[in-house]
């Protein structure tokens, strides 16, 4: 199975950038999609952005359209999230996941990936 490790988190004030790494070992061939969601305290954990691994489409949430980019590195094994013009109602930990499924469309939900990393947490101060 294949084992994650998201980095680059911290606390920044709003407008500020960040970039997140997620860093894959392990099974990492038939990884067919790298998601992002991040979770605020007592919320749901929502989506944010994901990638197909092997084409390099992508798919965002509304909310971060225009403001984030999601990509990655076959070579590293390792997606990144750039995080631009942060808001403070970005705060929250942020996890990377992936799976072996592949799907007509870009999996959008938390149900459809299998594979979590630990998260790392984001603050964005106003």
């Known amino acids: 199975q294949v084992q994650l490790v998201e980095s680059g988190g911290g606390l920044v004030q709003a407008g500020s950038s960040v970039r997140l790494s997620c860093a894959a070992s392990?099974?990492?061939?038939?990884?067919?999609?790298m998601g992002w969601f991040r979770q605020a305290p007592g919320k749901e954990r929502e989506f944010v952005a994901a990638?197909?691994?092997?084409?390099?489409?992508?798919s965002y949430a509304d909310s971060v359209k225009g403001r984030f980019t999601i990509s990655r590195d076959d070579i590293k094994n390792t997606s990144y999230l750039e995080m631009n013009s942060l808001k403070p109602e970005d705060t929250g930990v942020y996890f990377c996941a992936t799976t072996y499924t592949l799907r007509p469309t870009i999996p959008r939900r938390a149900i459809s990936y299998d594979y979590w990393g630990q998260g790392t947490q984001v603050s964005v101060s106003s």
């Open positions: 990638i197909k691994w092997s084409a390099g489409s992508t």
């Open positions: 392990g099974r990492t061939v038939n990884m067919y999609y």
